[in-house]
Nanobody, 122 residues
Framework: QVQLVESGGGLVQAGSSLRLSCAIS????????MAWFRQGPGKERECVAV????????YYADSVKGRFTISRDNAKNTVYLQLDTLRPEDTAVYYC???????????????WGQGTQVTVSS
């Protein structure tokens, strides 16, 4: 059973930075495309960033482009999301997901982490 475990969330002020990590166990990490989704209060889950298996392709939602950076270390079985210049509207539960295609559709991802809370105060 593949398991994803996120870490790195927290409560920060606007303009601050955080780095989220997601470690995978019991799977061949390099075979998975990885993504970060988020769900804010009263909002639908949205895809924030995607990275392909070897990291050659990345995608960012317009709302985070230029502020967030997705990366992966296949030797450490870990994907990261660097969150810079955080805004109150970035407040959400952030989930990492693993799938076989680097797409933005949540249903295409097979494995999900439990989520980590990011709260940005103004």
């Amino acid at each position: 059973q593949v398991q994803l475990v996120e870490s790195g969330g927290g409560l920060v002020q606007a303009g601050s930075s955080l780095r989220l990590s997601c470690a995978i166990s019991r799977g061949t990490f390099s075979s998975y495309a990885m993504a970060w989704f988020r769900q804010g209060p009263g909002k639908e889950r949205e895809c924030v960033a995607v990275i392909s298996q070897r990291g050659a392709y990345t995608y960012y939602a317009d709302s985070v482009k230029g502020r967030f950076t997705i990366s992966r270390d296949n030797a450490k079985n870990t994907v990261y999301l660097q969150l810079d210049t955080l805004r109150p509207e970035d407040t959400a539960v952030y989930y990492c997901a693993a799938g076989f295609s680097p797409v933005v559709i949540s249903s295409q991802y097979t494995y999900w982490g439990q989520g980590t809370q990011v709260t940005v105060s103004s």
